[in-house]
């Protein structure tokens, strides 16, 4: 697998600066915030969207502190939903540190969420896109619609895979094809290149949260910096749990886990089935023909360092462990 | 004291208009959604921001149609508000009415909160206007942080004037500000006009907050639709409190409510208090005092119906009773 910091290359010194962008982010508003908001923006991540935002915008020529600016307004997006996601679901850990509302409390963690959302906007506002503007309001609408999904179907044993690719659209893939939609809107891309940027982002999207539900299966704890089996212990009915239900011997443990909500030992069992069969190569299957989308959708764009590195995202996406 | 009807007569049609524009929010992206947005757009209010948006509109060419989109998009934000602090402070009713959070759960309600301000910057962006949407992020922002400088600031009885000012400013002022503003900006205002409607809003906003927080001592609970006293049970300090805490005598019993964290008994001697002095003649009066400001920032402008309505909503907010 290649290393991150390889795929990163071409755009080194630009990662440095959104980094830098970020962590200038702190409550001007309010002092008190500073601490929170320095917290959550450093608490490392592997920044993909900002990347795949920068790898696009150097298609074009855009202005440089604007697609800084751009790729800062996507992360601060991505962490304000990170804090309200954990707050909603009471999550005491993300990348193995206390999350903000278990350090600040739920409210405080909600409003920060509001708070790094307004940020984002502000940013997005200051790339004078009008464009770039209204894609990152359709976004956080496509977010929050799309965790409601997921909130309102907790313990849905019965959801369908399609129910299921509606929401993982709707909360993770809309962001990343926003990410890479608006560098192209921004380099002022012709429609069909921005079309294709948006399909790339979209799929990516897809696969990234598909292995984001299979690793909630079969990755450890220590790389995850979260309990395995978390989602399930929540009641979040994810596709390998999905395709378990499908084998007609899965149903009643999942049956079993729903009416037992939050039974540890009910929760074991289907990962247990799940990690016996087939299941998670399916998942595995199924997220590389997203990445094969997202593939198909770069051909017919100049080939340069950052095409490489938008394609190789596609592998780590699919290999990474954590 | 005139009835808000009248206040809002130069403006009836198109307050009908905005009323329709409230109704079609419902979730698109997601059927589950159109039921709780239905039950909190439709659930009353008085409407002032929008009114005050569509009254300043009327003193230029405003396009009819942006103009109602964007007194839409203010009361949508300010409905988030609404929706995420009931969530946050676990508010059982609102308006005489159940809350979201309490009919369809915490998270839910957050993520709603969030989907209204997603619309609410959708619609401003549909103004066209990127200063207009600018002013919008902005807004959230100072709503976020001033949320989080009262949360941050519960239970705490040292807490000054100063910081009550600000915090009110953040939380309330600035959207009534953005309410009148944008309007002026939509307007395309000469510069003084909008410095003149901005710091109308702002001056009506924080008046109309000190009388919230007076009225939550001394309105009647069927009247305000939730129970008196509220503020203080939530730890909220606001400006009677904070006069009763200057006051030598009232030290002691803020101190013992706030080590009696939610006892009602010790609530209640402190309302006690505060009725039988002279606090809440001195809360109107400095809430008058904002009011004299809204009000001397119009006189430069045309005189016609719609600034008789601002000039009558200075009024109407320090006489209402709910």
């Given amino acids: 697998m290649l290393p991150i910091s390889v795929i990163y290359e071409p ?5 440095a600066e959104v980094e830098e962008s970020l962590r200038g982010t702190g409550g001007d508003d309010f002092l008190w915030m500073a601490e929170p908001l320095r917290y959550v923006v450093e608490s490392g ?17 855009c202005d440089h502190e ?5 790729a800062a307004a996507v992360e601060l997006f991505h962490t304000g939903t990170l804090v309200q996601d954990d707050a909603i679901d009471k999550s005491a850990m993300r990348r193995g540190k206390p ?22 906007s502000e940013l997005a506002c200051s790339t004078g896109s009008l464009r770039v503007m209204s894609s990152f309001a359709e976004t956080l609408k496509h977010l929050s619609s799309g965790e409601l999904r997921q909130f309102v179907s907790a313990y849905d044993w019965r959801m369908e895979q399609q129910e299921y690719y509606k929401q993982i659209e709707s909360k993770t893939a809309s962001l990343f094809s926003v990410a890479s939609r608006s ?6 891309a012709p429609g069909e290149e921005e079309e294709a940027f948006r399909t790339y982002g979209h799929n990516l999207g897809m696969a990234f949260q598909i292995v984001d539900d299979i690793l909630d299966f079969v990755g450890e704890e220590e790389e995850l ?14 596709l390998p749990a999905i395709l378990l239900v499908e084998q007609r011997q899965g149903k009643p443990a999942i049956r079993e886990m729903v009416q037992k909500k939050g039974d540890k030992v009910a929760v074991e069992r289907v990962i247990d089935m799940i990690r016996s069969s ?8 199924i997220a590389d023909e997203f990445c094969a989308q997202a593939r198909l ?17 596609t592998r780590f996406v699919i290999e990474r462990r954590k």
Wanted: charged share 20%; hydrophobic share 45%; proline share 3%.
């Fill in 11 to 15: 755009i080194q010194k630009d990662m």
């Fill in 45 to 61: 991540g592997k920044r993909i969207r900002p990347a795949v935002t920068l790898l696009v915008g150097k298609f074009y020529r």
């Fill in 66 to 70: 604007r697609l800084i600016t751009l």
């Fill in 99 to 120: 999350t903000v509302n278990s350090l600040w409390g739920e409210g405080a963690a909600v409003l920060l969420g509001d708070y790094l959302f307004a940020k984002a």
């Fill in 183 to 188: 560098a192209a809107i921004l380099g002022e």
């Fill in 225 to 238: 910096g979260k309990p395995v089996g978390n989602d399930l212990l929540q009641g979040t009915i994810t």
């Fill in 278 to 285: 087939d299941i998670i190569q399916e998942c595995y299957r």
């Fill in 297 to 313: 959708a770069l051909e017919g764009l100049p080939q340069n360092a950052y095409r490489k590195s938008l394609f190789d995202l």
